[in-house]
């Protein structure tokens, strides 16, 4: 391999850390306007009339924006359009936006913005899931109108085999009511958009975006533009981990709504507080998991029930609870399985979108199970998971043949263990322990396991296509286009390897552009872990038809000097790339052209450098399959905890975490995945805790919300296994969700 499989240090690097990448808000324009949203004071309240006057009366105001000037649908939603870009006659939670108002300066757009008035009639709110789903209970949003019945918006079902006759073959039954709570994104950087409206009436926005194509559809509908004329460019982002997925929706057709109005770029950039109250969250659930089992440790049934809050607006959330229900059961083969889950609306803060989509949820409360299961089998839990673990020709828990992934599980299991030593690090603990009580001291030590499997990319029943675009340079170097965009994970890097590997130059003679919605067709969300091994495909599929032309036209050449050439490849010695000719055989033969002459000459001769790549994947969508994604990432991690027995606090020493990756394309960038993901999963595990009271979050700040520092981070090792995926580029799959999931478990 030239490219694929090198430790790598990130094509952005250099950017990022000298401060010259370019933030939304360092983008700065003449005429520039600051945009600030007015938000309710009631989670739940009918609108009686708005009075914009009193702002403009702040110097500096310039636009007062209401529901009434919203040109086309005043209703977002990446599935439900339920969410209005301005609330007309209702407002449903504390984050909704009432009116906008643009200023020459923020201070002044803050100051119009308490100045406007709305008069309200104050509904009765419901902030419980449980409340929301009562007969009677209050509607908030009329019945039936996104497929609700009543509060609920989604009910999904699921089951195989006979799960009463499962149990009543147990030797053992577990049940326990798991209530878990939200998380904060606490991306680095908060929500922001910069709208500039062009001389021809269309509009292009800047943006801290994951998901440019969504953006585009949201904005083109509700500011009645067709799509060529909303063009989306992604800024640098600091950090999108899911909560910039459908969001960014809002903020730029917030934005290019007084773009529009004004005719002047307009900034919308929340503060900290703003996001924190405005933007999803993720779901928290309540799940009720009964686990059973024969006393040999052969998992035979297990009935999981799942309740979700929404919050007041769709968002993606029927995604999120289609994957908590795939994943409720763990990574393990049982045979009898009943999943239920209820996601409901209420006036509490929006739910939705966030790395591991509802999957590390129900992983805590199954993890947790299978302990106490091992505790009761009196069994090792590492024992427990490997006897029931899911492995190439398994029938996973909702009754999918596994034939795309191999035995990555097990191997996740293995090697983290082996790196933990984890017999004898018990046998250890058990002798620390004993000491410990001895001497009447309140610490322990004690090691937390916690196996997954993860679907990868969208799965069943959803578009799954993305493009990419290869244009090679007389030069010799090469541009990449994608849809796929980097947020932090390293997409940028992945993708420049993967095309400087599949064209077989060095790394540095390629560059990925930023995603731009004027340069590819849709090419779905930058979700699911899907951009290394979709986007990334693509990106491969579009490098090998770009230089598809030029690879054989340097084959006629070398043929001329050296009949006995059967194909022409690359090579790379020292700073030098050529194409070269290789016999039958594979044995290089002498003649050999510098790759940027050949390029220059190539293109001389008219030839064609530039390639599109496609790909569509598709699960087996008949209602007799149970395919539910074409592979799964899997992962074990194993956590050492100091606790306090007396206080509860428990710090962790040391995280062995192992990823099943398919191909790590940058192990460097896979450990750096890990390491983010685990550090991630442990806040949510220890310390992140969101207060709400009445729909209002208590502590939107990094000082009351507390996040890990790196004085948190323990020794961390992360491990990587590589069972190929066929499918992915290089057989690479989705790592960036899967390294967070099974941590706050463990
Ligand atoms: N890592 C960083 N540093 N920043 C991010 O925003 N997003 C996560 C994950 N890792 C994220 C991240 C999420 S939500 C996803 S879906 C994957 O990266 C996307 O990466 P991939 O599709 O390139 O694997």
């Given amino acids: 391999m030239k490219a694929v499989g090198l430790k790598l240090l990130r094509v952005d690097a250099r950017e990022k850390v000298t401060g010259a990448a370019k933030f939304t808000e360092d983008i700065r324009l003449a005429g520039m306007l600051y945009a600030v949203a007015v938000r309710p004071k009631y989670p739940h ?176 509908d509700a500011l009645k533009l067709p799509m060529n004329r909303v063009r989306i460019i992604q800024a640098a982002i600091g950090g999108g981990f899911g909560g910039k997925e459908d969001v960014p929706t809002e903020v730029c057709a917030r934005a290019g709504l007084l773009a529009l109005l004004t005719g002047r770029p307009v900034l919308k950039k929340r503060t900290r507080e703003e996001s924190m109250i405005m933007h999803t969250k993720r779901h928290p659930m309540i799940i009720r998991n009964k686990l059973g089992a024969t006393k040999d440790g052969k998992i035979v049934a297990c009935d999981v029930d799942i309740i979700s809050d929404q919050g007041a607006y769709a968002s993606v959330g029927t995604v999120v609870m289609k994957r908590a229900v795939i994943h409720a059961c763990g990574a393990y083969e049982i045979p009898n399985t009943k999943i239920r889950s209820r996601l409901v609306y209420t006036n509490n803060i929006l739910t939705g979108a966030f790395r591991g989509f509802g999957a590390p949820q129900v992983t805590a409360a199954m993890e947790s199970q299978m302990d106490e299961l091992a505790r009761a089998l009196n069994m090792d839990p590492v024992e427990l998971r490997k006897k029931n673990a899911v492995h190439k020709g398994s029938v996973t828990a909702t009754g999918q043949k596994l034939a795309n992934c191999g035995d990555g599980l097990l191997k996740t299991i293995e090697k983290a263990t082996d790196a933990c030593n984890w017999k004898e690090r018990r046998k250890e603990h058990a002798l620390f322990n004993k000491r410990q009580e001895e001497i009447n001291s309140p610490y322990r030590k004690g090691l937390g396991i916690s196996s997954i499997m993860y679907g990868v990319a969208l799965g069943k029943g959803a578009l799954d296509a993305a493009t990419s675009i290869v244009n090679i340079s007389e030069d010799g170097s090469a541009t990449g286009i994608t849809g796929g965009t980097e947020m932090g994970q390293g997409a940028r890097t992945v993708l420049s390897q993967i095309l400087a590997e599949a064209l077989g130059v060095p790394v540095d003679m390629v560059r990925v552009l930023p995603a731009d919605t004027a340069l590819t067709q849709n090419s779905g969300p930058s979700v699911a872990s899907r951009v290394t091994p979709v986007c990334g495909e693509a990106m491969r599929l579009a490098a090998l038809e770009a230089r598809k032309g030029l ?196």
């Avoid at 209602?623 to 962790?652: C, L, N, W």
């Avoid at 806040?683 to 729909?695: N, P, R, S, V």
């Fill in 551 to 746: 690879i054989n036209w340097a084959l006629e050449k070398l043929k001329k000097e050296d009949p006995s050439i059967d194909y022409a490849e690359t090579i790379i010695e020292g700073t030098h790339t050529y194409i070269a000719g290789f016999g039958s055989d594979g044995v290089q033969k002498a003649p050999k052209i510098e790759w940027s002459k050949a390029c220059y000459e190539y293109f001389k001769s008219g030839g064609l450098m530039s390639g599109v790549g496609h790909v569509n994947i598709k699960c087996e969508d008949t209602p007799e399959s149970k395919e539910q994604y074409y592979t799964y990432s899997f992962a074990t991690h194993i956590i050492e905890v100091m606790v306090d027995i007396e206080t509860g606090r428990t710090k962790p020493l040391n995280i062995w975490a192992a990823n099943d990756v398919g191909r790590a394309i940058n192990p460097m960038g896979v450990e750096g995945q890990i390491e983010g993901g685990t550090v991630q999963g442990m806040g949510y595990g220890l310390f992140e805790d969101l207060i709400t009271k009445e729909g209002k979050i208590l502590n939107p700040d990094f000082t009351n919300y507390i996040i890990p520092t790196t004085m948190d981070v323990p020794n961390i090792y992360p491990i990587i296994v590589e069972d190929l995926y066929p499918g992915g580029p290089y057989g690479a799959k989705g790592l960036g969700e899967p390294s967070l999931i099974p941590t706050p478990a463990a």
């Fill in 45 to 220: 309240a009918l609108i009686k009339r708005i009075d914009v006057q009193p702002a403009y009366e702040v110097p500096g105001v310039v636009r007062v924006a209401t529901a009434s000037d919203v040109p086309g649908i005043n209703a977002i939603g990446a599935f439900f359009p339920d969410q209005p870009v301005l609330a007309k006659d209702k407002v449903r939670h504390l984050g909704d936006a009432v009116a906008l108002v643009a200023a020459e300066t923020s201070e002044a757009a803050r100051k119009g913005a308490a100045r406007v008035i709305v008069e309200y009639e104050e509904l009765p709110g419901i902030f419980s899931p449980l409340d929301a789903i009562k007969e009677g209970a209050i509607l908030i949003h009329e019945d039936g109108k996104y497929g609700n019945r009543g509060n609920i918006l989604e009910e999904r079902n699921y089951s195989q085999g006979d799960v009463e006759k499962g149990f009543q073959q147990a030797d053992v039954i577990i049940e326990n009511v798991y209530e878990i709570n939200y998380q904060e994104h606490a991306f680095l950087e908060p929500e922001g958009a910069l709208a500039i409206p062009e001389e021809d009436g269309s509009l292009t926005i800047y943006g801290s975006i994951q998901c440019p194509y969504y953006v585009r559809k949201g904005v083109s």
